[in-house]
């Protein structure tokens, strides 16, 4: 019977080789016999999301933080997820959970990015989506709002949040600007038209993918889009006993690389 760490190395194998079935299989098998690695629910969520299963991601990505809460890569998983599904306000908070337990980890920064970067994306096709958002009564909640409050100080940014809602060209200006993101993300936890306008953009992107899958030719010869690259291998999580271990056979193999090289020379001698 394989143990779990070489099931798990299967199913790395198969990810990298875009097997996601494969790898999904793999990894349960893993997850059955030692169902609290976080490791195994880390990389099988990868697997889902590269299949195109961001709701299956989602599910082992948050087992992967409940068996290991203070991992950075399983809020990134979580992310990854959420951004797949078009939830993008959960998504920003997961990553802004998982910078918490690793304040400098670039994949959770990059994860962040990109959801920010399809949020002010898909606001941007909406004319000027600031008149409701940016209402003067939000304008004051944000105000009042121990995170963005202090950020009202600066003159300038504050008449530029305060124009918003009349001025469609404030997006350009503001979207790049980490403190808007900020009094974004504040807003957006509470915004009923900022909902629906993601939900609208959420449904018209199903559309297309529905779409563009329905124009893809079928049979002999046919083309379709290339399946999402899967992630790296997970590295593994040695023990101290695994370690040594590890160390341990180095040295042997160092060792007899060495015994072959004498012998090599001892044959040269005899020639």
């Keep these: 019977m394989a143990d779990a760490a070489a099931l798990k190395a299967e199913g790395n194998k198969c990810l990298a080789a875009k097997d996601f079935d494969g790898a999904i299989a793999k990894y349960t098998e ?21 299949k195109g299963d961001p709701q299956k991601a989602l599910e082992d990505a948050e087992k992967c933080i409940s068996a290991k809460s203070d991992w950075p890569k399983g809020y990134g998983r979580k992310g990854a997820a959420l951004h797949a599904l078009h939830n993008y306000p959960d998504a920003i908070e997961a990553y802004e959970a998982g910078l918490k337990v690793s304040p400098n980890d670039a994949a959770l920064k990059k994860g962040m990015a990109s959801v920010e970067k399809a949020l002010a994306a898909g606001m941007q096709g909406r004319g000027n989506p600031f008149a ?40 350009q200006l503001m979207q790049n600007d980490p403190r808007f993101m900020q009094c974004l993300q504040v807003l957006l936890m509470g915004s009923p038209e900022m909902q629906r ?9 199903k559309r297309k993918e529905d779409a563009e ?3 893809t030719p079928k049979g002999y010869g046919s083309w379709a889009p290339s399946a999402k690259e899967p992630e790296p291998e997970e590295e593994e ?3 101290a006993e695994q370690l040594a271990a590890k160390q341990k056979e180095e040295e042997e193999e160092a060792e007899r690389q060495k015994i072959r090289a004498q012998a090599d020379e001892k044959k040269d001698e005899v020639r």
């Design 132 to 171: 409701q958002l940016f209402s003067p009564q939000n304008v004051a909640k944000l105000k009042a709002h121990p995170t963005t409050g202090p950020l009202f100080q600066d003159t300038a940014f504050a008449n530029t949040v305060e124009n918003a809602a009349t001025n469609p060209a404030a997006l």
């Design 197 to 205: 306008a993601q939900q609208e953009q959420a449904d018209e992107q």
């Design 213 to 215: 899958v329905r124009a």
């Design 30 to 50: 893993a997850i059955a016999i030692d169902p609290s690695n976080h490791v195994f629910y880390s990389n099988r969520s990868a697997a889902y999301l590269s």
């Design 237 to 239: 999580e040695l023990t």
